[in-house]
């Protein structure tokens, strides 16, 4: 427990100490800091053993009937106790009292007792004092005055008749030593404090870049996370107008097949209550080129992109219709496919597809008469250029004089109506083939081989 008292009132008595030692709050830092700093540890130093070394001085003095020191000490402790009560003062007027008390008590005791009476280990610290708290300049002053304080002990010691006494010269050698001394000591302080400034302000200079370049980044923070929320709000806003298209353009590709496909209702309907095999060859045909267009749009339905289309998904549904449309029964006409994954924009797969829905109905209504078998093969590959489609077949070719034979080997569209080859189907193929600006090459084969060749996008 008294272990525990003891180490309780060290405690207290640090705190206390550092507490009376720590500059006002307003001094945050720098030199001023360090300077008030250096001025309550003097004051303290000072009460602390001045009020020890007060009593028995005083005694000493009172038996050897010196009342001036008697006088000196008193008067020197009643000001220290000011000074340390009086912490709340301005700096400048404590410093000043510290620095007068220093030259009063060295210069006093320099008159009264000579050098050897601690005259001048009162007197060295002044200029050193005076350069830490004020600067150079005073310093330089504080220096002269410990001169005069020697001159004036000299005249005395050579005019009057002093308590003490010691030859002219020796004087003049002990005083010149001293302020040697003094002067050495406080050049070296001034070097030092003139660095320790330049250090501080270098350190201020290098803050309060430091705090504008905080302050530059803090608003540039600000300003970034200004802009991150409002990109996002745009990014937020661009996703639900992009979602509210999307949904639009599959709604619009859901209703433009089922129109279609009413389209293409109606002409069943219409087929139906015909007579005219012509009439019904016709309408068939216009059905087939309808489900062509309707099967785009439902591709593009199910698969949710707009833009492009699987071309070989496409091409597969497509001629599993027309097998199921107009294909013979049995299974005398096989359809062989050669393809890759291959995405085109949508403006091209339509006309494509319809290409290839008149070109496989040309195959299965005139390469394979009189029930002969074959096989028809569609091929779409991917080129440096571009893209390749292929439709062939092995049946029994085209005449060499039919209109068919003239357009797809020489370009020449038929005159008139009437040939057994469709003249409206190459109308067709040729409009289409400009819209994907599309070269049509007739390929020698046993049967025939059309292939269009095309940029892809």
């Not at 303290?44 to 038996?63: D, F, K, R, W």
Request: one cysteine or more; glycine letters at 6%.
């Amino acid at each position: 427990m008294k272990r525990r008292k003891k180490y309780g009132a060290l405690n207290w008595i640090r705190r206390s100490i550092s507490n009376y030692i720590a500059p006002d709050e307003s001094i945050r830092d720098g030199l001023p800091f360090w300077r008030e700093s250096v001025l309550s540890s003097l004051i303290l130093a000072m009460a602390v053993l001045g009020t020890i070394a007060y009593i028995p001085s005083t005694l000493l003095a009172l038996e050897e009937a010196r009342t001036s020191v008697v006088f000196i000490n008193t008067f020197a402790m009643l000001l220290i106790y000011i000074l340390f009560f009086g912490k709340k003062l301005p700096f400048t007027l404590r410093s000043c009292g510290v620095l007068f008390l220093n030259f009063l008590l060295g210069a006093s005791l320099l008159i009264a007792l000579g050098p050897e009476g601690g005259g001048m280990i009162w007197l060295f610290p002044f200029p050193v004092l005076t350069g830490v708290l004020f600067g150079v300049i005073p310093c330089i002053f504080a220096l002269f005055g410990n001169f005069m304080a020697l001159l004036i002990t000299s005249l005395a010691l050579s005019q009057f008749q002093l308590t003490w006494s010691m030859p002219q010269d020796r004087f003049f050698v002990v005083g010149f030593n001293f302020l040697v001394s003094n002067g050495i000591v406080c050049l070296s302080l001034t070097i030092l404090m003139l660095g320790l400034q330049r250090n501080i302000e270098r350190k201020n200079n290098l803050l309060d870049n430091l705090k504008k370049r905080r302050s530059q980044i803090a608003r540039s923070k600000k300003h970034l996370e200004s802009e991150i929320i409002q990109k996002g709000d745009i990014e937020k806003r661009l996703a639900e107008h992009l979602k509210e298209k999307e949904v639009l353009l599959q709604e619009i590709h859901h209703r433009v097949k089922n129109n279609l496909q009413i389209v293409s209702g109606m002409l069943n309907l219409q087929n139906l209550y015909t007579q005219d095999t012509q009439a019904i060859e016709v309408l068939e045909k216009a059905q087939d080129r309808i489900r062509a267009m309707a099967l785009i749009h439902d591709h593009l339905y199910q698969q949710g992109k707009f833009s492009t289309v699987f071309m070989n998904k496409y091409l597969e549904s497509l001629i599993n219709h027309l097998i199921v449309s107009q294909a013979p029964p049995g299974n005398r006409i096989r359809f062989e496919t050669q393809w890759e994954p291959i995405l085109i924009p949508m403006e091209k797969a339509i006309p494509c597809g319809l290409i290839v829905n008149e070109l496989i109905s040309n195959s299965l209504k005139h390469a394979f008469p009189n029930g002969r078998k074959g096989t028809i093969t569609v091929r779409l590959e991917e080129r440096q250029n571009g893209l390749a489609l292929c439709v062939m077949d092995d049946g029994v070719g085209l005449p060499k004089d039919s209109s068919a034979f003239l357009f797809l080997s020489a370009g020449k569209m038929p005159i008139a109506d009437g040939d057994k080859h469709d003249s409206l189907g190459l109308m067709i193929i040729q409009s289409l083939a400009g819209q994907l600006k599309a070269r049509i090459i007739m390929e020698p084969s046993e049967g025939t081989s059309i292939r269009l060749e095309f940029s892809r996008f």
